[in-house]
């Protein structure tokens, strides 16, 4: 296995790191790599808040569901899905374009994800751990207002870097599920409850599959944090209906 190869498969998040910073040498190979992601249309769709601000890492640390490392992080990247800068323009160069759409949005999405991957990754390679932080998505009218979003932005994905600690190197990845589940050939291939069962079970750890399923329900999906993700999002999405 090549060396890439290795790396993505051993990568895993980070959320304590060590006092050591991220070189700015280090920050812009990293923030290189990004902008070096496969991009729809070469728009590059995509913007990349580079946070420095200690208070504002403060804040967010409290708005994206109160989770302290997020203000210790050594580097703080937001990848934003911009479809305003191309809108600008075009209608700066009296071009008439139509408003942004929800396909438009789509796109951006992907891009900023794929640019977010690439940052992920090359730091890995330099031994600087991350994570990507989901919440980043909800409290749409807070994070509007401390990030100065304009209609056509959204915070697709946020990520936090540094350099793990020693316990962070040695935690031991999660598993992932088995390929067979995951990778369908040509085409969707609905599961029955057995094969979910057989494709989460391991999750539980011994638990009855049911109740700990159950209770991963009432944690995740039917959470308080997942129900303002979804009002959040749809909040930024009305711009583009």
Not at 122 to 139: K, Q, R
Not at 186 to 209: C, H, I
Request: glycine share 4%.
């Amino acid at each position: 296995m090549n060396e890439i190869l290795k790396q993505l498969s051993a990568r895993k998040s980070v959320r304590v790191f060590e006092e050591r910073e991220i070189s700015d040498a280090e920050k812009q190979q990293i923030l290189k790599a990004a902008s070096m992601a496969p991009t729809a249309g070469n728009q590059q769709l995509y913007t990349i808040l580079d946070v420095t601000d200690q208070s504002l890492k403060d804040k967010l640390a409290v708005t994206c569901d109160n989770q302290p490392f997020i203000a210790k992080a050594k580097m703080v990247l937001i990848f934003c899905a911009d479809c305003q800068k191309w809108y600008d323009a075009f209608e700066g160069t009296g071009c008439k374009p139509r408003k942004p759409g929800v396909g438009d949005l789509m796109l951006a999405v992907t891009d900023a994800a794929i640019a977010a991957q690439n940052a992920v990754t090359a730091a890995e390679s330099l031994g600087i751990g991350s994570c990507y932080i989901g919440d980043i998505m909800e409290n749409c009218e807070i994070h509007r207002e401390i990030l100065h979003l304009p209609p056509y932005v959204f915070p697709a994905a946020m990520l936090v870097f540094g350099y793990p600690t020693k316990q962070q190197l040695e935690r031991q990845k999660p598993e992932r599920v088995a390929m067979h589940h995951l990778v369908h050939e040509n085409t969707y291939r609905r599961m029955d409850m057995q094969e979910l069962e057989d494709m989460f079970v391991y999750k539980s750890a011994g638990k009855p599959w049911i109740d700990w399923m159950k209770a991963f329900c009432d944690r995740k999906y039917n959470s308080d944090f997942s129900k303002e993700m979804t009002r959040s999002v749809r909040t930024y999405l009305e711009n583009f209906l």
